[in-house]
């Protein structure tokens, strides 16, 4: 036989191997992602997050409007623009809404939604503005409707 052949195809899948060697070698580092601390579910746990914190703030501005509403209308009753039904009464100086099962709540009539409105505008960007440091939050132009 001719050793001299058998060199050549000895060499050749030598070479061969070491080829296909490299190019998994080149495809598998190809496909690794360059962060390789980041673990799985990594990406998704942000959104998730992204989405708590957004309910946390949609509770919060809840919870801002529900204060500023109370506010405005003791502001608007402070300047006796409110009008109420004297049966119920008054507590520590201010006017009872209901008693048992009579209601006295403010006439529609005197209730002026200008100035009501206005006033929770007031109430509602000073707490939302002193209380929540959010930079994704954009400018207090809330519509409000009575």
Request: proline share 3%; hydrophobic share 40%; net charge neutral.
């Amino acid at each position: 036989m001719n050793k001299k052949g058998d060199m050549f195809l000895y060499v050749l899948g030598i070479l061969l191997l070491a080829a296909i060697v490299m190019i998994f070698w080149k495809l598998s580092s190809a496909f690794i992602s360059p962060n390789d601390h980041e673990g799985l579910g990594t990406r998704q746990t942000a959104l998730l997050a992204t989405y708590a914190r957004s309910e946390e703030i949609l509770l919060y501005i809840d919870q801002v409007a529900q204060y500023a509403a109370y506010e405005a209308l003791a502001e608007v009753y402070e300047q006796r623009q409110l009008a109420t039904d004297e049966r119920c009464g008054t507590y520590a100086g201010y006017q009872l809404w209901n008693k048992g099962s009579i209601s006295c709540f403010p006439k529609q009539q005197t209730l002026d939604r200008d100035q009501l409105g206005a006033a929770f505008k007031d109430r509602f960007a000073a707490h939302l503005r002193s209380s929540l440091r959010y930079p994704g939050l954009g400018p207090v132009n809330y519509q409000l409707t009575l």
